[in-house]
């Protein structure tokens, strides 16, 4: 069976003997009520299992975490206590995806493609979706900003800048005819 948290009592099956002496030794009532107190004992052992992987969680941890989880949606424990677990071990997912993309971002700015503009949206959209922290996502913004601005020209901006430096010269030797 399962290990029982700490302080938890296990539930003992029909005909096997108590510390106290055997289950025949006792009424029907009283063997019910000791069931429920053991289960209400084990729920409680649970719901600290819960919270203490809940506060310890960390990598590594996640799996403990699910089965906290699962075992205390299997003896009903309060809703809210399995939500907020559960919003926990949420929170650490993102926690840690947050991390590895951020190591990713540092890998990017020690590779070759590092000078590729495709590549760096790509990697800065991967860290807006990660949620990566603000100075991780300034860091890829300047750096794209800057690759635009570096970047070669396209064809149309070509003739677009020719066509502009023809009008400039022609209207630079017309003002300087008429003075």
Not at 33 to 39: I, L, M, T
Not at 111 to 135: F, H, L, P, W, Y
Not at 155 to 169: D, H, M, N, P, R
């Amino acid at each position: 069976g399962e290990p029982l948290p700490m302080g938890a009592q296990p539930r003992l099956s029909q005909g096997e003997a108590t510390p106290e002496g055997s289950d025949g030794d006792r009424s029907e009532v009283a063997a019910s009520s000791d069931d429920e107190e053991n289960q209400e004992e084990y729920k409680q052992g649970v719901e600290e299992i819960l919270k203490s992987t809940g506060k310890n969680l960390k990598r590594g941890k996640t799996m403990a975490m699910k089965e906290a989880i699962s075992t205390a949606k299997k003896y009903g424990l309060e809703t809210s206590k399995i939500s907020e677990a559960e919003k926990k071990l949420d929170e650490h997912k993102k926690q840690q995806h947050r991390e590895e993309v951020e190591g990713e971002v540092d890998a990017f700015f020690n590779s070759a493609v590092v000078g590729d503009i495709k590549q760096t949206e790509k990697m800065s959209k991967r860290a807006a979706d990660a949620d990566c922290r603000e100075g991780v996502m300034d860091r890829l913004q300047k750096h794209l900003e800057q690759l635009m601005l570096m970047r070669s020209l396209e064809e149309g901006e070509v003739q677009l800048a020719k066509e502009y430096l023809k009008q400039s010269c022609k209207e630079f030797v017309q003002a300087a005819a008429k003075n």
